[in-house]
Nanobody, 126 residues
Framework: QVQLVESGGGLVQPGGSLRLSCAAT??????????MAWYRQAPGKERELVAH???????TNADSVKGRFTISRDNAKNAVYLQMNSLTPEDTAVYYC??????????????????WGKGTLVTVSS
């Protein structure tokens, strides 16, 4: 399986920046990690995809964060990062790290290899 641990959340003022990190540990039948992603869930809202990145560092961002957030990864460290700039109160949410051995989220979920961290809280407020 894959164990994921997020860090870097906290309180930040509007317009500020924050960098989230997620450290992954793979074991058992999983030898390497394919797709990694950040999701978030704001109070009273459904969980939504923020950004995802393949093992080859191809990225996709949600429209709501394009131009402000950047996802990146370090395969040697099995880590994924989310640089968040120009933060607004609407970005307040619990941010979750997600990963699996395939570069497809649907494949990871279909084969029961979809793993999640416990989340880190980001609060954007004055």
């Amino acid at each position: 399986q894959v164990q994921l641990v997020e860090s870097g959340g906290g309180l930040v003022q509007p317009g500020g920046s924050l960098r989230l990190s997620c450290a992954a540990t793979a074991s058992g039948s999983i030898g390497s990690i394919g797709l990694m992603a950040w999701y978030r869930q704001a109070p009273g809202k459904e969980r939504e995809l923020v950004a995802h990145i393949t093992a080859g560092s191809t990225t996709t961002n949600a429209d709501s964060v394009k131009g402000r957030f950047t996802i990146s990864r370090d395969n040697a460290k099995n880590a994924v990062y989310l640089q968040m700039n120009s933060l607004t109160p609407e970005d307040t949410a619990v941010y979750y790290c997600n990963a699996g051995p395939y570069n497809s989220a649907s494949a990871n979920r279909r084969y029961g290899m979809d793993y999640w961290g416990k989340g880190t809280l980001v609060t954007v407020s004055s």
